[in-house]
């Protein structure tokens, strides 16, 4: 479960009433952060809760930079035209990547996991994390992860078919909570499933170090 857009001016309120709902029955997800949202950056007065997540074994992951709308995204019907990396040269996505791990960092949050806004990106972000220390990028419209460049790409997947759907792979419900009607809607979606609920760093594990697939999918060298 991943919950989006967490930044300065979010309702902070709202995250701690509908996160703390989803902590208090057991569940645990990923919480994408934007460092610096549209100029704004995070300061500690919002960071306190998500230290205590934390520590009940939830996961903080680096969401963009600023959140603007500066790249080209792929479009069509499976993806967004808009991006805050793809199509900008190596140079500018590493420095935006590592100035917004900087921002973290000065909160004591030293993410692993990369969420680019808009769920757009390309080959050159994958190489520029690397060089900053990710390891995974939860994103992607395919049902199982595969590594590329030393990154680890764990799903989403793609619109309308999920995992579930095909009996296999891995799917990431995707939330917003300071813009959804019924925020408690994925709480429901795994009712049953709790013991399969796992974030985007245990999935990397997984994948990297205790699949067979693994080996046979990263050989290949499949498109992303």
Known sequence: ?????????????????????YDDRGLRGVIAVCPKFEGNRLSADVVEFLHELRR?????????????????G?????????????GLDYDEQKRRIGAGRDILESHDIEPTTFIPPWHEYDRTTVRALAAND????N????????????????????????PSMLGAGVVTLVSHPQLDDHPMKNAKAVA??????????????????????????????MIF
Request: hydrophobic share 30%; with cysteine.
């Open 139 to 162: 994103e992607g419209r395919w049902p199982i992860p595969r590594t590329v460049e030393g990154i680890t790409l764990v799903p989403t997947h793609v619109p309308a078919i999920t």
């Open 56 to 72: 009940n074994g939830w996961e903080i992951a680096q969401h963009g930079y600023e959140h603007e709308d500066v790249g080209k």
């Open 134 to 137: 990710f390891n995974c990028i």
């Open 1 to 21: 479960m991943r919950f989006d857009d967490y930044h300065q001016d979010v309702d902070n309120d709202t995250w701690v009433e509908v996160l703390s709902r």
């Open 74 to 86: 792929r479009g069509g019907l499976l993806y967004d035209e808009r991006s805050e990396f793809g």
């Open 192 to 221: 049953g499933y709790e013991d399969r609920l796992r974030t985007p760093s245990e999935i990397v594990d997984w994948w990297c170090n205790r699949s067979t697939l693994s080996r046979f999918v990263d050989s290949a060298e």
